[in-house]
């Protein structure tokens, strides 16, 4: 069958699961590479939500000045201030992860509309937003000037494969320079047998999403950790009493790696990724045992 006609069948079913329109789905080259070339591109200010790994790739390469940070709270309920959306120049381009890394924070409905109508196009990069259960992708449909960015790899787990792709209309595709990309064989039958294990996948997300309920309640129990609410594949915790870097010195020597974000304001945040039953059992013993030699 010829690719062009494989890659049609892939939208196609792309467009009935999230309830979109096929002719609003865009095949992207990747979406960190299309996230900076339209933080490069745009001629107005640049609206980012830090602290996240994203809003520090973006600042990184716009110029200087052309970035206006926006403030967002924690978890399901971080929202983003009124005063904030009204200060906003109006030819902005916004571009805001959600879940965000490292925190795992959401952006609502209520902030992305208030972004929506303060900047000339809202991005959402919602690449982990299937461990979330939440998407802007009705609002995509809804408003001309949000965008929203997925992805396949939480799915697939195949970060070469991913077949990222985003929704938007055409005046928005137009204005961020977005091209449909050449998809490659191999990324076009590992979506669509994606789609054809919708159920199977549905299962693991939730079993995904029980080991990180299952991690927060271990976290709070946990004296030298405080559990931050999450809805990414990771959770994010403060280190109290003790060191940051004695906890990831002390995990380290169990053969437990853990991410250390290096943002503004998150000095003392550790961000632990969730895997399989026998991996979070493997963290969990490790947690525990390390507890007695930090308070010595």
């Known amino acids: 069958m ?11 079913r792309l467009a009935e699961i999230c309830r979109v329109s096929a002719d609003s789905i865009v095949f992207l080259d990747g979406i960190d590479t299309t996230l900076t070339g339209i933080a490069r591109n745009v001629a107005g200010s640049l609206v980012i939500s830090p602290p996240s790994s994203l809003a520090a790739t973006i600042e990184s390469v716009a110029s200087m000045g052309q970035s206006i940070a926006v403030a967002r709270g924690l978890g399901r309920e971080g929202a983003i201030e009124l005063a904030c959306a009204e200060d906003i120049p109006d030819q902005s381009v916004a571009i805001i992860d959600s879940p965000s890394d490292p925190l795992g924070s959401l952006l609502s409905a209520v902030d992305a509309v208030r972004l929506a109508r303060a900047c000339s196009v809202l991005v959402i990069d919602e690449r982990n937003a299937v461990l979330s259960g939440t998407s802007m992708l009705p609002l995509a449909a809804e408003f001309d000037n949000i965008v929203v960015l997925r992805s396949l790899e939480t799915w697939t787990g195949a970060a070469h494969e991913s077949c990222p792709w985003a929704v938007a209309s055409p005046r928005s595709a137009e204005l961020l320079g977005l091209q449909h990309a050449t998809l490659s064989p191999e990324a076009v039958a590992t979506g669509l047998a994606a789609m ?9 997300l939730r079993n995904w999403r029980e080991e990180r309920s299952r991690l927060f309640r271990l976290l709070r129990k946990l004296s030298y950790l405080e559990p931050v609410p999450s809805w990414g594949p990771f959770l994010a915790a403060r280190v109290n009493i003790v060191e940051r870097e004695a ?18 304001g998150l000095e003392r945040f550790i961000r632990i990724g969730i895997g399989s039953r026998p991996m979070m059992e493997r963290l969990k013993w490790a947690l525990l045992d390390l507890g007695p030699e930090l308070m010595r």
Do not use: K
């Open 196 to 204: 054809d294990n919708v159920d199977s996948i549905a299962i693991t």
């Open 247 to 264: 906890v990831v010195t002390g995990l380290m020597a169990r053969r437990i790696r853990i991410h250390v974000p290096n943002q503004i």
């Open 2 to 12: 010829p690719l062009a006609t494989l890659v049609s069948s892939l939208r196609t």
